[in-house]
């Protein structure tokens, strides 16, 4: 996939690519030089590891969208691919 950077240095990510990365627009990116390429890469969410009543539950460091059951079938619809 081929893109341009514009004269302000910014780089376009084409469509077909923030889609099927489901990137938005203020979605935070890790970008690193490596042998003179470019590799970005989504970060991680920090989470830390939480006794709860029913057990140790995983919670996220930052506000986190609410997951819909919607997001979950599209999720295991993308991953079974």
Avoid: F, N, W, Y
């Amino acid at each position: 996939m081929r893109t341009t950077i514009d004269g302000a240095g910014r780089l376009v990510i084409p469509k077909a690519a923030r889609d099927e990365l489901d990137l938005a627009p203020g979605t935070e990116l890790e970008l690193r030089i490596v042998d003179r390429r470019i590799e970005i890469e989504i970060p991680v969410t920090p989470m830390r590891l939480v006794e709860h009543a029913s057990g140790v539950v995983a919670v996220a460091d930052r506000e986190m969208p609410v997951l819909t059951a919607e997001m979950v079938r599209d999720t295991l619809e993308h991953v079974r691919r």
